[in-house]
Every structure is written in C-alpha cells, then in structure tokens.
C-alpha cells in the first residue's frame, strides 16, 4: 500500500504539512490548490521541500465546474485549465482531478461532458499530464460515479480517467459494487473518508464532518474489495475535510491518519485473503477483561478511605514506589503517589488482559503508538504500556486463570483477604478533550480491537455531554470490556484536567443495595438522588413499594429494558474520581443512560455546596 494524505486534512503552512506527513510515514501527498495559494514559497521551492523530505506529490486538486458548459464558458475553461496543468507539471505532479460541475453546469448530456473532457485531456497530455474525473455527490447533472465512468469511457482519451472518492460514493448511498466493472488502469486516482451517519445536506457533511477510516459509519473495507478487485494500484489516498483536523497539531493528525490507513489495510486484507501485496497488522484479540485501574494522586488517602468502607482489601505498598494495591473479588485498584506533585487524584491508567501480550506490543509498534515508561527493577514484572490521545496509559498483561497476575506480588504488608463485595470491573468511563474523541475511538479499535457499539448524548445542567461506547465481545468468563467514552459540553472544556465532569470506575457486583448498605455502615458518603426521580420511578415503572422505599433509602437507580434490569449506585467525587456500582439482571447491557443527567445533576450540587462550605 502506497499512502497519501490531501494537505487539507491538517493544520498549518504547505511546507508544515509536507513536515507532518513525511514525519508520520505517508508516501506522498494531494496538494490542495488554496494551500499553494497562501504558500510564500515558489511551486519549484514546494517540489524542492516533497523531494527532500522522500515524499511524492501525488495529485493537484481541485480542478472545478469543467463540464456541461457553452462553447463560451468552455473556453474559460480551457485557458484556467491549461494554467493549471502547467503548474502541475511544473511541480511534478503527474495527475490534476477535476469535479463534476455544481455552479456553471447548463448542458445535461453526457456527449457533451465527454467531448469537454476529451479537450481537457488533450490539454493535459501536452503538459505530460493526465485528469482524474470525480463526481460530486452534489453535482448538478453528474453526482453518480457510473455516470462520471460512462462520460470518462465516452471521451475515450488515455490521459482521462476517474477519481473515486468513498465519501461522494457512500454519502449517496450509491452501491460501489458497480466499481468492478471500471478496468483498474482507468482508475487514475482514489480518495478515501469515513464519516458518521447524519441528516444533514450532504455539502455541510462533507465539508464539516468527515472522518478519517475506521472512525465512522462507512463500510471502507467493502469499498476498497471492489477498488482493488478492479485492479487498482494507486496510492491509497485520504481526503478528509473536518474542522477539528484543521485547527489542531499537524503532526499528530498526520500520525492519527496514517494509524488510521494502516488499521484500514488490516481490515481489508483479512476480509479479502484473495488480494495480493497487502499487509496485515500482528493478530490480537479483543482484551479478555480489565486487568486494573490506576488512581494518581499526590495524596490517595481520601481514595483508601473510600474503598476501605466499601469493604475493599487493602493489599499493601509496592516494594519500591509510593503505589498501593487495594482488591475485591477480580477488581484491582492502584493508587499511585509517585511524580504526582499537586495532582488531585484522577484516573491515570488502565490495564488490560488480553490473551497474547507480546502480539498486542507488536501490534502497537507497527501502528506507531507512543509508549508509556516507567522505571522498572530487574526483579519487578515488566509490563508493556502506550500512551491513548488523552494522555490515559494503557497497559496489557497476559490474561490467566490462576488467580491475581504476577504483578500483585510486589505489593507488600497488605490486609488479610475480605470477603469481595464485587465480581470485577463492569465498566471505565473517561472523559475525552473535544479535539481528542475521534482519535481515542480510533485508538482503541486499532489497537485493542475495542468496537463502537453505541452514541448518545446525555443532558446536564451545562449543556450537553456526547458520549461513545466502546466495547469487546465477553470474554469465556462473561467479562467485557466496556469504555464510555465522554466529551464535555464547552461550559465545562475550560475546567482544568475535565475536573468539573469527573471519570468513574463502574464495578460489577451481585446485590447493590447489600453493597451501598455495608458501606453506609462503615461512613461511606454515597451521591444523593433527588425524590423527584423515584416519583417518576413510581409512575414509569410497576415497583414492589417495598423494592422502591428500599431504593430510594438508598440512593440506588433503577432501569429496565426488555432484556432485564440494571441497579446502579454512587459514590461521592473525590478530586476528579467517582465509583460506580452496579447490578445486571437478565441480558441488560446498558448503562442506565436515561439516569445520567440526574447522576450529573446531583453532582454539579454536591461540588456546589462543597464549595459553599
């Protein structure tokens, strides 16, 4: 796979975005016409600059509104484009794409579309170069790639093929499997991007909301079976218009694209065993369960007394590090008070099993993951980590039946063993800066083989929060890996580190009211649901009286589906921290979404009058 990226894919000056995209190891580029504009270098200085940093100038772009016209206007026409093909010559580039027209357009006929690009390709030709022909999904006569091929095999002229562009295709809900029949050597050029489904005008789609692959509703690995089984050899190229990537760190999109492409080659080449030359990234399993979770802190201790009183073990302190280990049942939670001068105590790491750690650090090698260090003794259990888009760690360890893992060892002085008053980690809910989210999804499904099963979004008094759930199949102990992830609505983006919408470890346990009783008993300060809710409790769903005075007491939410029932608790917020507790009956697999704006409500008046005291 030869790769490219179009310079509007991210932020920055031309020669910025060359810097980028060579950095993150893309072979080549589209250059974006307004880029060269705006660029005070020469168009022999931009070629210098792509030569030097090993990378291609793939493609100029755009060349717009060329078909369909009068003879007057197609004169126009040709002198704009016999301009650019001299530029792009110039550069080095060796293909100009040009758009179906959407504003001159007055001549509805393919014979005249296909003269007008005959004329262009001879144009072109005299400049040693050729046009890649794309059809815009909001063309006003040509919006259809199989009426752009038809033209294209009407001009017949060698130096005039078809660009195929998976957004123009999808957004239109147009069946690519009329690709196989375009002879790959017509196919002069491809463009590829993702996005999320949405009702919208497809312009405004594409113009705003397009996402690199892997991180929206397309199906990219069918669309690429038949590009490549029409036999397409080109570069693999990403065209990806979106406001985030354009106001963000150059480089670290380029990087976020090219892990993107690479996890798009995997995907392709194990649906298609059939197509040669393609690579696939080292095999790894969904992680099997949540191995730990890691508190960081410069003071744990109002977290040691949180867990204390729910009736978890403390464990001891590591051999060598300010680091304990507290446990319940196969729920194992470190705090961590090394290098965390000033820090309130907030969500650090997570681990992972997974049943091959030595396939998932390949894995992440060969996608460019940055790695997370830590000093580690020659006696100590080495434990592969990389850093998410955030700044969470990422940890993996060899999944096993044989009770704790290894690591647990090093902890020293701890507690006999209590009764566990959970089975194990249900859930991790992190908090993602905006710029972040489509990058962390992107990460997690790349890397761990994690999918997005759902998207919502949750009301709070500060506007409204978007969530995105990622999740792996059960693991043979009934164990799944589930991450909420959330962005905050820009009222609460300024607060620093998202401490005004706290990240929450979710525990599953057999009987929360016992739970949320045992740990009153011991002073635990759990979150205060406000009566309102269980009225409406009472009015929404059929309740034993008894059952209902007996959640209200406690403080416990309720949810039913038709697959069962779903009991959760809170625990007050400490820092940017809070537990969660909850009780699966039957198949439910949410998470209780209709009570997370009460949960956020109640919460923004506990920090309220934790402030006024």
Same mark, same amino acid.
Request: proline content about 5%; glycine content about 8%.
């Given at each position: ?29 589209? &250059?974006?016409? %307004? ?46 484009? #016999? ?50 022909? /794309? ?16 033209? &294209? ?39 590829? $991007? ?17 996402? +690199? ?9 069918? +669309? ?22 354009? @106001? ?55 977290? /040691?007394?949180?867990?204390? @009183? ?27 008070? @090394? ?6 105590? =907030? ?37 592969? $980590? !990389? &850093? ?21 060892? /090093? ?15 249900? =859930?991790?809910?992190?908090?993602? %800066? ?39 199949? %059960? ?5 799944? &890996? ?12 300024? =607060? ?49 009286? !008894? ?11 309720? #949810? ?8 959760? $608790? ?7 921290? +809070?537990? /969660? +507790? ?13 009570? !997370? ?17």
């Amino acid at each position: 796979m030869r790769t490219s990226i179009a310079t509007v894919c991210v932020s920055g000056t031309l020669v910025d975005k060359l810097h980028a995209c060579a950095a993150a190891g893309f072979d080549g580029v589209e &250059v974006f016409e %307004p880029d060269l504009i705006a660029a005070p270098e020469s168009p022999d200085e931009i070629r210098a600059v792509a030569e030097r940093l090993g990378l291609t100038l793939d493609l100029f772009q755009p060349l717009r509104d060329v078909e369909g016209v009068d003879a007057e206007e197609f004169a126009r026409v040709l002198r704009r484009a #016999d301009a650019k093909f001299a530029l792009a010559a110039r550069m080095g580039i060796g293909t100009v794409l040009c758009c179906s027209n959407v504003a001159t357009a007055t001549i509805d006929d393919d014979d005249t579309s296909a003269a007008q690009l005959r004329a262009l390709g001879d144009a072109a030709a005299r400049h040693g170069v050729r046009i890649a022909f /794309e059809a815009l999904a909001w063309g006003r006569y040509i919006d259809d790639y199989r009426r752009a091929w038809r033209v &294209v095999e009407l001009a017949a002229h060698p130096a005039v093929g078809v660009c195929l562009d998976s957004f123009h295709i999808l957004s239109r809900g147009h069946d690519p499997a009329a690709i196989r029949d375009i002879p790959g050597e017509r196919i002069f050029f491809l463009q590829l $991007a993702d996005a999320p489904r949405l009702e919208l005008d497809v312009l405004s789609w594409s113009r705003h909301h397009r996402l +690199f692959p892997g991180e929206g509703s397309f199906d990219l690995v069918d +669309f690429m079976g038949h590009v490549l089984h029409a036999g397409y050899t080109g570069p693999w190229s990403l065209e990806v218009f979106n406001d985030t990537f354009r @106001q963000t760190d150059a480089a670290r999109t380029a990087q976020h694209a090219h892990r993107a492409l690479q996890w798009l080659e995997d995907a392709v080449a194990r649906a298609f065993p059939d197509l040669p030359g393609l690579s696939m990234l080292p095999d790894s399993a969904a992680p099997s369960g949540v191995d730990f979770v890691e508190i960081k802190a410069e003071d744990t201790s109002a977290i /040691e007394v949180q867990l204390a @009183q729910l009736g978890f073990t403390s464990r001891g302190r590591h051999r060598t590090k300010p680091v304990t280990l507290w446990t319940s049942g196969r729920a194992r939670i470190v705090l961590n008070e @090394q290098h965390a001068r000033g820090a309130v105590p =907030h969500l650090a790491a997570i681990g992972f099993e997974v049943d091959d750690a030595a396939a998932v650090s390949r894995r992440l090698a060969q996608l460019g993951a940055p790695r997370a260090w830590r000093r580690t003794y020659a006696s100590e259990e080495r434990l592969d $980590a !990389a &850093v998410a888009p955030g700044g969470t760690e990422v940890f993996w360890t060899q999944a096993s039946d044989a009770g704790d893992p290894a690591w647990t060892a /090093e902890f020293e002085h701890g507690e006999q063993l209590r009764p566990p008053v959970v089975r194990g980690v249900d =859930h991790v809910s992190m908090t993602q %800066p905006w710029q972040e989210i489509d990058e962390t999804v992107l990460f997690y499904t790349a890397a761990f083989g994690l999918r997005a099963e759902s998207a919502t979004e949750v009301p709070s008094p500060d506007g409204l929060v978007q969530s995105r759930v990622l999740a792996g199949p %059960p693991s043979a102990m009934g164990d799944r &890996v589930r991450l909420p992830l959330n962005v905050a609505p820009p009222a609460l983006a300024g =607060h620093g580190d998202n401490g005004a919408l706290p990240q929450h470890i979710a525990f599953t346990c057999d009987n929360v009211r016992a739970l949320v009783r045992g740990a009153r008993e011991r002073g635990l300060d759990t979150l205060r649901m406000p009566p309102n809710y269980y009225d409406d409790l009472e009015a929404r769903f059929d309740l034993d009286p !008894a059952f209902l005075a007996e959640l209200r007491d406690l403080s416990i939410a309720y #949810d039913r589906d038709g697959d069962g029932e779903y009991l959760q $608790a809170y625990t007050a917020t400490v820092g940017q921290v +809070f537990w /969660e +507790f909850v009780e699966r009956r039957g198949a439910y697999d949410g998470f209780g979404a209709g009570n !997370a704006g009460i949960r956020l409500t109640a919460q923004r008046g506990s920090r309220q009058a934790g402030a006024g005291r």
